[in-house]
């Protein structure tokens, strides 16, 4: 329980990061909150090819290799459009810095999701 509730704390505050660097008077742009789509697409390869795999047997799968590639295409696309919509002037450098801070909460938040909840025991909650 102390998990979920620690996991919940850290994406309420790696949203707050990135609400503040959308709507403080100084910055006043919602550009970033293009992120939203990354945050909600990174987990989904891991868990479909958690499903396809059997973890049976401990050689690399393709399956799995390929997963972790496009997650870490999905990570990486998530901090470079912050870093390039500043670059482009569409928000300031500040808003950038903030929603950066929220990128590294938020996947952090949830690399530690899997790590806590992704074992294969008897109170996973693959099980539910």
């Known amino acids: 329980v102390s998990a979920l509730i620690s996991l919940s704390f850290g994406g309420a505050i790696g ?7 959308c709507a403080l008077p ?10 939203l789509f990354f945050y909600i697409l ?10 396809v795999v059997d973890d049976t ?12 590639f496009l997650t870490t295409g999905i990570v990486v696309s998530a901090f ?6 500043a670059r482009a002037n569409v928000i300031a450098w500040g808003a950038c810095a ?13 690399m530690g ?7 294969n025991d008897d109170f996973s909650w693959q099980q539910w």
């Open 15 to 21: 949203l707050m990061f990135l609400m503040l660097g």
């Open 26 to 35: 100084t910055y006043n742009a919602y550009w970033p909150l293009f992120l």
């Open 42 to 51: 990174s987990p989904i390869p891991h868990c479909i090819s958690r499903r």
């Open 57 to 68: 047997d401990s050689a690399s799968h393709a399956c799995k290799e390929l997963a972790i």
């Open 80 to 85: 470079g459009l912050p870093i390039i919509f």
């Open 98 to 110: 903030l929603v950066l801070t929220g990128n590294i909460v938020i996947f952090a938040t949830i």
């Open 113 to 119: 999701f899997f790590l806590v909840f992704g074992s």
